[in-house]
């Protein structure tokens, strides 16, 4: 099976990077995530001052990371003098995308001096307005110092996806990498009467399986609207599947971070040996054919049809009567559908645990 994927004269191995945080936060951290088998690494966001960072910094619940670390703790001369020379020298060679970070004025310093340990720049937007005019500057500048490939991360402030891809384009950016944390975001510790986690604000930036939703209709939202643009989707990403579902709405690529902060860090090599089987499983041959489909919308208007059971899968279990908002189900033994009452919104169908009800005719 192919697993590989090509984009911007960039060669990976299999779809799948760090996004940039504290697991890729010094050359040590990089060069164990390049052993684990990631097609390629991404640097923490490096920008002329070193971070004062609070601690605790980092939250984790269930399906989601609460962060307020900001960028990396350190110094870029300790990024520029120790961490790259040394990830440069003992690397196998997998392309090297440093994030960097935040104003026009930081650019101009971080270019030249990171260039020539970069395969490809990404650039945050994090702490950045939304005005366009000024990012697209941001971007000009940059091109003018460097011929690398540049990806702009868009942030949950910025309104206009569609704006922010047209704008990063004309100004000689290759791409896009959607989304960003969201925020901000609020933990509140009931006990102490107290927010904990938080910066000085009392806020934190949410990411992981919580966001995969938004993230992957930014990055649907981006292609269709500048189809020649690459995007690297990241936001929820904790499984094979996962990959394969963003690289269908239009992503080249794909970076996780936080699933691997919460399932730990042995989810990379999962998910990369997984991808694979998970291609094979839904009738793909390689990696570079997935990207290459069109996603097709199966909305369907008007009235429709009742969801369709099939009884050897049911285990009667009543989720569907519980969860349905209509009162249109009733259990006897199986559920009975009253056509009458059913509006066919479909939450039935996506909450069986068995997959017993669909859509789709179900052979006597």
């Not at 399906?63 to 870029?76: A, V």
Request: net charge neutral; hydrophobic share 35%; aromatic share 8%.
């Amino acid at each position: 099976m192919d697993i590989k994927t090509k984009f911007d004269g960039l060669e990976l191995a299999n779809p799948l990077m760090p996004a940039a945080g504290p697991l890729v936060g010094d050359a040590e951290k990089m060069l164990w995530l390049e052993k684990e088998g990631c097609g390629a690494i991404v640097s923490k966001t490096i920008s002329t001052k070193d971070a004062h960072i609070p601690h605790p910094c980092i939250y984790g619940d269930k399906d989601y990371i609460m962060n307020c670390e900001l960028w990396t703790e350190y110094t870029k001369e300790k990024w520029l003098d120790e961490f790259l020379p040394y990830f440069k020298k003992h690397s196998d060679g997998r392309p090297l995308i440093i994030s960097v970070g935040y104003t026009k004025d930081d650019m101009k310093v971080l270019i030249p001096l990171l260039d020539k340990y970069a395969d490809a720049f990404e650039v945050s937007t994090h702490y950045v307005g939304n005005d366009l005019g000024g990012i697209g500057e941001t971007v000009a500048m940059i091109r003018s110092l460097t011929k690398k490939p540049i990806y702009m991360k868009i942030s949950a402030h910025m309104p206009d996806p569609e704006g922010f891809a047209k704008t990063i384009k004309e100004n000689g950016a290759n791409g896009v990498v959607a989304v960003n944390s969201l925020g901000p975001s609020m933990k509140v510790d009931i006990a102490s009467r107290s927010i904990i986690y938080g910066n000085t604000k009392g806020f934190a930036w949410t990411s992981g399986p919580y966001i995969k939703n938004i993230a992957l209709a930014t990055v649907y939202t981006i292609k269709k609207a500048e189809p020649s643009l690459t995007v690297i989707g990241v936001g929820g990403i904790q499984s094979a599947d996962d990959v394969i579902e963003f690289l269908l709405a239009g992503a080249s690529g794909v970076q996780m971070l936080s699933a691997a902060m919460l399932r730990g860090k042995g989810l990379y090599r999962k998910i990369i040996d997984d991808l694979p089987k998970a291609l094979e499983k839904y009738g793909f041959k390689s990696v570079e054919e997935v990207i290459n489909t069109q996603l097709e919308n199966h909305a369907m208007f008007g009235k429709g049809e009742t969801p369709k059971l099939d009884a050897g899968k049911c285990i009667g279990c009543g989720t569907c009567e519980k969860v349905c908002p209509y009162f249109a189900i009733e259990m006897d033994g199986k559920p009975k559908f009253n056509s009458e009452k059913c509006f066919r919104c479909g939450l039935c169908v996506s909450k069986c645990p068995v997959k017993a009800l669909s859509y789709k005719k179900v052979e006597e």
